[in-house]
């Protein structure tokens, strides 16, 4: 989990190349920012930032870590999204109970002229 999110945090900084802005794009402390840089400089035992006082910028090491974990922390984004969305899709038939002052025929005219999106998808 820690590994994950300093990869994320490395990608945002490489990204602004700004340890400033990543810490606000990604609402933490600037001292997350740099502990997680840190962090995984340490367990790769290389250097993946150049830093001064201007700015930040790649190390031939950063950019190759950029290149290969760049399109994995997209993908995790997309599985993300899918499972939400799989997770918020309707199945199953819809069940409506009213009381008999409402006769079938009204209810089928209420649904069918729906704008909320639940009933939109069941009039069709």
Not at 49 to 68: E, F, P
Not at 90 to 107: C, F, K, N, W
Request: proline share 2%.
């Amino acid at each position: 989990m820690i590994h994950i999110f300093a990869v994320r945090v490395f990608i945002r900084v490489a990204d602004r190349l700004s340890l400033g802005l990543a810490a606000k794009e990604l609402s933490v402390f600037n001292a997350a920012v740099t502990r997680s840089i840190a962090y995984l400089e340490q367990r790769l035992r290389t250097r993946l930032l150049y830093r001064t006082t201007r700015g930040v910028s790649l190390t031939k090491a950063g950019l190759h870590y950029l290149d290969g974990y760049g399109w994995i922390v997209e993908e995790l984004d997309c599985l993300d999204a899918s499972a939400l969305a799989a997770d918020r899709t309707a199945v199953g038939a819809p069940r409506i109970v009213a009381t008999d002052a409402l006769s079938p025929q009204a209810i089928s005219t209420l649904v069918a002229g729906s704008q909320h999106p639940i009933l939109k998808c069941i009039s069709t």
